[in-house]
C-alpha cells in the first residue's frame, strides 16, 4: 500500500491536462494489486490489470520519471509474486 500511496502522490501533483490519463493508471495499477492479493483470483483479470497499467505509463516515462519508477515497482513486486 505504501508504493500505491507514493503513487498516489506523483498523481496530485501532475498538470490538469494530464490528470485523467493519470487517473486511469493509477486504477489500473490499484486494480493489478487488488487482482495479485485476492485468494480467488481471475487470470484474465490478472493480464487485463497488468496490460492496462503498461499501457497507461507508457505516456509518462520522460515526463514524469519517478512515476513511472512507482508502477514498476508494483510492477516487479507483482512479478516476483507471480503474477
Keep these: 500500500m505504501v508504493l500505491l500511496n507514493k503513487l498516489k ?3 496530485e ?4 491536462s494530464r490528470l485523467e490519463e493519470a ?3 493509477a486504477n489500473f495499477a490499484q ?3 487488488h487482482e495479485a492479493s485476492r485468494g ?3 487470470d484474465r483479470l490478472k493480464t487485463l ?3 492496462g497499467l503498461a499501457h ?3 505516456s509518462f516515462e520522460v ?6 519508477d512507482t508502477v514498476n515497482e508494483i510492477c516487479l513486486i507483482l512479478a516476483r509474486i507471480g503474477i
Excluded at 515526463?63 to 513511472?68: A, Q, R, T
Design 40 to 42: 480467488n483470483s481471475n
Design 63 to 68: 515526463s514524469h520519471p519517478v512515476l513511472v
Design 13 to 16: 501533483v501532475l498538470p490538469a
Design 49 to 51: 490489470s497488468r496490460e
Design 56 to 58: 497507461s505509463v507508457k
Design 9 to 11: 502522490a506523483e498523481v
Design 31 to 33: 486494480a493489478a494489486a
Design 23 to 25: 487517473n486511469s493508471l
